[in-house]
C-alpha cells in the first residue's frame, strides 16, 4: 500500500474549501449521508480528523466521542483548520505508516488507518458539497484512488450493520470519479 499522506493532505486541502463556502443559512439542511444535516455533518467531519489526528500521535481514538461539539457555527472553518494541521501534523512520521493502530474498524497498520482517513474526509467533502450546492467533481486522481481503495477494503458483500454503508448504489459509467465513488458507498448521486 502506498504512502497515503499527500492524498490526505489533497482531501484535506479540497474538503477545507468546501467547509470554507458554507453560508449561515445551510447548517439545516439534510445532507447525502441521512443520518447528518450540515451542521452535524461538519461536526463529525472535524471529529474525524481529530479522531485521525490522535490515532497519528499513537494516542487512543478510541476514547474519543468522535464529536466536536463546542464549535459554534462561525467557527467551523477554524476548528477544520486546526484539527487538519494536527492530523498531518501527527502522521508526520514515517515510523507511523507502519505501527499497527487501531481505528472504529480494526487494528490495522497506520497506512491502512490513514488511507480510511482520507477516504473519510474526501466522501464527507462530497456530501457537503452536495448538500450546500457546491461542485461535487474535484480532484480527479485523488478520487480515483479513494474509489480503488474502497472497492478493495470495502467489497458489496461488507454492508449494514456495523459496517455503516448502504448496498452500492448504480451509476451511469459516464458518471465521474466522485459520483462513482459516492454510489460505491451507498450514496445516490441524484
Not at 471529529?47 to 481514538?61: C, N, P, S
Not at 491502512?112 to 474526501?122: D, F, K, Y
Not at 470519479?177 to 450514496?187: E, F, I, K, M
Amino acid at each position: 500500500m502506498t504512502d497515503p499522506r499527500e492524498y490526505y493532505g489533497r482531501a484535506l486541502a479540497q474538503t477545507e474549501q468546501i467547509v470554507a463556502a458554507v453560508r449561515p443559512g445551510q447548517f439545516g439542511v439534510l445532507t447525502p449521508c441521512t443520518e447528518f444535516d450540515v451542521r452535524g455533518l461538519l461536526n463529525h467531519i472535524v471529529g474525524a480528523i481529530t479522531r485521525a489526528a490522535i490515532t497519528g500521535e499513537g494516542g487512543d481514538a478510541l476514547a474519543f466521542s468522535g464529536r466536536v461539539d463546542d464549535a459554534p457555527d462561525d467557527d467551523w472553518l477554524d476548528a477544520y483548520h486546526t484539527a487538519a494541521k494536527r492530523a498531518t501534523a501527527a502522521w508526520s512520521d514515517d515510523a507511523r505508516l507502519d505501527a499497527m493502530v487501531t481505528v472504529p474498524w480494526g487494528t490495522v497498520p497506520g497506512r491502512a488507518a490513514l488511507s480510511g482517513a482520507v477516504q473519510e474526509v474526501l466522501v464527507h467533502g462530497w456530501d457537503l458539497a452536495t448538500a450546500t450546492g457546491q461542485e461535487t467533481e474535484g480532484d480527479t486522481e485523488l478520487a480515483t484512488w479513494v474509489l480503488e481503495f474502497a472497492r478493495r477494503f470495502l467489497p458489496p458483500e461488507r454492508r449494514g450493520g456495523p459496517v455503516p454503508f448502504g448496498p452500492v448504489v448504480a451509476v451511469p459509467p459516464e458518471a465521474g470519479p466522485y459520483a462513482q465513488l459516492a454510489g460505491w458507498l451507498g450514496r445516490g448521486t441524484g
